[in-house]
């Protein structure tokens, strides 16, 4: 299954919450979308399930077969999933898959097997108000997989949940990369980076960046020197920036982080100008820049 997707826009009262976006997935390809609160992710996910529709562009499912209506290709988990809380887990996966066209049997069956998969089938006889905020989470993507969609959409799929369900879910995932083709939007790069095959960074309903993370990697991977000082003012900041060896500079809460041309020639032009201005440095770290700020680079462009 591939997905296309060609300016894709959406306006909410003359104002463009998504504005021409062009991108397309691979057949099993995992992509992660990357942005701000408020840049468009959430609105971009919708329009792709067919939940919002679009002011203009077009969205393409190869193999649908001219199909307009797409939605039985794609299944959708939005960010606070919304339940029946006077039923049980079992009895709205059922219900779900019977609206999705299965029989009482086979609706049975995946709901059996899904609610084994995301790790709540102790609670599968338990109603839904009594589930935790993790559990309802687990059960939103059980939902989404119960018609066997090429195309799963998720909105922040681990954002409810603790440390352990979180790895859980992000275990279940790199599987479901085996069987579908996955979209889903993230505030948590680590996230990103660890299970999906690309990006598409996003800023005020426009595409910034996007690529494979490898292609991304090689592109804005850089060498770094992150600098933790008592204070930082201004003025330190531009003489900084004017040392040997260095690239560009960014403040952060409780320092600055150096790109660097040539990592000894800026360590030690950083550590004479300490010395001789007095500066109250507590420590610094040298490494190569991460996914976040590759981020904040490609935001702050």
Known sequence: MQLQVKKLTKDFNNIKAVDELSFELNQGECV???????????TTLRMLAGLLKPT??????E????????????GYLPQHPVFHGWMTGMEFLVFVGKLAHLSQKEAKTRAIELLERVGISDAANMRIHK???????????AQSLIHQPRLLLMDEPVSSLDPIGRREVLT?????????T???????????????DGLIVIDHGKIKEKGSLEALQKKYQNQKIDLHFETVEEKQIEEIEALEGIESVLATADGIT??????DVARESVLNATLSHNWSLNYFTTGK???EDMFMEVLNQ
């Open 56 to 61: 203009d562009g077009t969205i393409e499912i």
């Open 172 to 180: 279940l995932l790199k599987e479901l990369k085996k069987e579908t």
């Open 258 to 263: 150096c790109m660097v041309s040539d990592l």
């Open 182 to 196: 996955l979209l889903f939007s993230t505030h948590i790069l680590n996230d990103a980076e660890e299970i999906s």
């Open 131 to 141: 589930y935790s905020g993790g559990m309802k989470q687990r059960l939103g993507i």
């Open 32 to 42: 992660a979308l990357l942005g701000a609160n408020g840049a468009g992710k959430t």
């Open 289 to 291: 820049t991460t996914l």
């Open 63 to 74: 193999g649908s077969n001219g199909k307009k209506d797409v939605r039985s290709e794609i």
